[in-house]
Structure formats: C-alpha cells, structure tokens
C-alpha cells in the first residue's frame, strides 16, 4: 500500500505597498526595500535591510509607512528614516491619532518623533 504526501509551499507574504492603512497583526512581513526578494532591487546585491531573506520580523500590531508607502525607500534608493526600510511601523493597539502632526507624519524636514512618521500613537 502506498501513501502519497504532497507539501504545499506556503504562500509568500506579500508586502504592505498596496492598500488601505489598517493595522496589521502579524508578526513577520516581506521586506518593503527589496519587495521580498531579498536582493537589491538596483544592482542585485544582497538587500541591505533584510539580509537576503526577503522577510523581517515585527512586533504587531504593525501598519504600512506613511511616510514611503511601504516601499522602504525614499527619494530613490534611499533607505526610508521612519520605517527603516521595512514598510511598515509599528503603532500600539488602539492606534491613537498623533496631536504632535495632526496625521501627517511629518515635521518640518524629518518625520514626526513621537509617532516615528506613522500619524498613529
């Protein structure tokens, strides 16, 4: 009698790039500079944020950068300050809007400190 297993590969996980900004509960995301490849997307080597592995553990509850729209990168091949090129960032539970920007992220020239450039508390 023979029995046949077959493994399914796991989905990949997709980055944050795409969508509404709602808070996410996971604890691992595609990583938003290399889109998950792992790989530079630019000259092809190894993803300076990830290490190569295209995934990057967080701790939730996580939503997607304001400030580079979970590219991970700005003004080109920039690594984005406010997320540090991950995509995302992490805000607290209730996920309180910040006073300190009024939901922009900004201020002046950098991100606003308080909500680390998420317009979430």
Do not use: H, W
Request: aromatic share 4%; glycine share 16%; proline share 9%.
């Amino acid at each position: 009698m023979k029995t046949s297993l077959t493994l399914k590969k796991p989905s990949p996980i997709k980055p944050f790039a795409s969508g509404p900004r709602v808070p996410r509960f996971v604890r691992v995301v595609a990583c938003g500079y290399c889109q998950g490849s792992g790989k530079e997307p630019k000259y092809g080597s190894c993803c300076p944020v990830c290490g190569a592995t295209g995934r990057i553990k967080v701790i939730p509850p996580v939503i997607t950068c304001l400030r580079c729209c979970g590219a991970g990168r700005e003004n080109g091949d920039l690594t984005c300050l406010a997320c540090g090129g991950t995509g995302v960032g992490q805000i607290r539970k209730e996920g309180r809007p910040c006073a300190e920007c009024e939901q922009t992220g900004e201020n002046g020239v950098f991100y606003c400190l308080p909500c680390r450039g998420q317009g979430l508390l």
